[in-house]
């Protein structure tokens, strides 16, 4: 089958060889510790907590119900007692959210109300119901509900359901784990999602450097006459929504369209396996797959970990450092965020935590722009962030704007292909933040 992929981006080293061949391997949180459950785990309003301090909670008990229609509740991972309500914990974003923080009594005693369904036996509003009630949302990052992507507005035609099975940031291997690992709930969670669009196609995106997950997904996928798996040119970002579905339909999604408009619907490995198990085993979204990787920690892997603790209490758990990191990221090298410290708790959305020694960590000094025209040339979308860079450097917001600034996806090729190292994507990330902050205020 013909490799597809989209036009210009980057060839970063992908750095997945520390961990691509250890299998997934489950952390449960330590007795008597304390897990934290931020209110803002997702895109939109805030989740609203539905429990007081002292209550007693169960494993799969919703703690804090969706805060409005863009929302997603929240559920305790552990058993035990709320020992707080509304306070404030560092989240990987680098900001603080209201959080509930349960202490864990380890017997991870489970609700009631995690019922095991036969999906094809639903209404396609039972299984909307189930998505929204598992709090599922895009856990490769994004955080959108997943309810409410998977019900375009009355009129909207989807052709295409996309599994983004890319896992194009270096360094990341959990999705590619998942693939091996739980390849029969990631086909189960496409078919429910195809059942709400029944005459749509199923297509799941692997990039060509995750052969042995073509070949499984391929041969699970055998006989299922609507899903096919499309080996995908590994480029980065070939994981972006925008890109996956040019270079799988060849469709264009416009400057501030949804991939609805194109007829797609995409979702992440992770997230459609949260699908089948909130859909079809009644699990809401407990639990998170992330890789933890580079020179400094001591066991590089993948872990599955409860959604709430912090990544101090993982990285205790898996043997701590044999290196003092230089530098610690959340998500992946060219789109995640530095950390400055590990008390930080887990969320819906974590997927990854890089430690790279000082070797590893080293930069090149920032030089001046030698107008070589690279950043211009890889850009993904077509924009020109030199000309986006000195916008931001001079504070001028509306030419930033006008010069489609808000269309970056702040994937970092810029400031990767530039020979000067210019801080390019730095520079125009917080420029998006300032500017989206000023449109939210009028």
């Not at 030419?399 to 994507?425: E, M, T, W």
């Amino acid at each position: 089958m013909q490799t597809l992929t989209f036009k210009r981006g980057v060839h970063p080293p992908d750095g997945k060889a520390l961990t691509k061949d250890v299998p997934i391997k489950v952390i449960l949180p330590k007795e008597n510790s304390e897990l934290f459950f931020p209110m803002s785990q997702h895109i939109g309003a805030p989740a609203q907590p539905i429990v007081q301090v002292g209550d007693y909670v169960k494993v799969g008990q919703k703690i804090a119900e969706a805060g409005g229609f863009v929302s997603s509740p929240i559920f305790a991972s552990v058993s035990g007692e709320v020992v707080a309500v509304n306070r404030p914990v560092l989240v990987p974003s680098g900001t603080m959210s209201p959080a509930i923080v349960i202490k864990n009594d380890g017997l991870m005693a489970e609700s009631e109300t995690m019922v095991a369904r036969d999906y094809t036996q639903m209404t396609n509003e039972e299984i909307l119901a189930a998505v929204k009630e598992g709090g599922v949302v895009g856990m490769g990052g994004a955080g959108f509900p997943t309810q409410v992507k998977l019900a375009p507005p009355p009129g909207t035609k989807i052709d295409y359901i996309l599994v983004n099975a890319a896992e194009c940031e270096p360094f990341l291997t959990c999705d590619y784990r998942l693939m091996l690992e739980e390849t029969d709930k990631l086909v189960e969670g496409l078919k429910i999602v195809l059942k709400l669009h029944p005459e749509a196609k199923g297509v799941i995106g692997i990039e060509d450097n995750k052969p042995e997950a073509i070949e499984k997904l391929t041969k699970a996928c055998e006989g299922i006459e609507n899903i096919t798996v499309q080996p995908l040119k590994a480029k980065f970002p070939q994981g972006s929504e925008k890109h996956l579905i040019k270079a799988i339909t060849g469709r264009e999604v416009l400057s501030g369209a949804l991939p609805a408009t194109a007829g797609c619907i995409v979702d992440n490995v992770d997230t459609i396996i949260g699908i089948y198990n909130a859909v079809a085993l009644g699990r809401p979204v407990m639990r998170k797959v992330m890789t933890v990787t580079g020179g400094a920690p001591a066991n590089p892997g993948n872990y599955q970990i409860r959604v709430g603790m912090t990544y101090a209490d993982l990285l205790e758990q898996i043997g701590g450092f044999k290196v003092e990191p230089a530098k610690m990221i959340a998500g992946g090298p060219m789109m995640g965020i530095a950390m400055y410290t590990t008390e930080v708790a887990t969320t819906k959305t974590s997927s990854a935590f890089l430690c790279f020694t000082p070797e590893e960590a080293k930069i090149p000094e920032e030089s001046n722009c030698i107008r070589c025209g690279k950043c211009v040339e890889h850009c993904p979308m077509g924009l020109m962030p030199i000309v986006l860079n000195g916008f931001a450097i001079r504070g001028d917001g509306e030419g930033f704007v006008k010069n489609h600034g808000l269309d970056c996806i702040a994937c970092g090729s810029c400031s990767y292909i530039c020979p000067a190292k210019r801080q390019l994507a730095q520079s125009i990330k917080s420029t998006i933040a300032i500017e989206r902050g000023k449109m939210a205020k009028k």
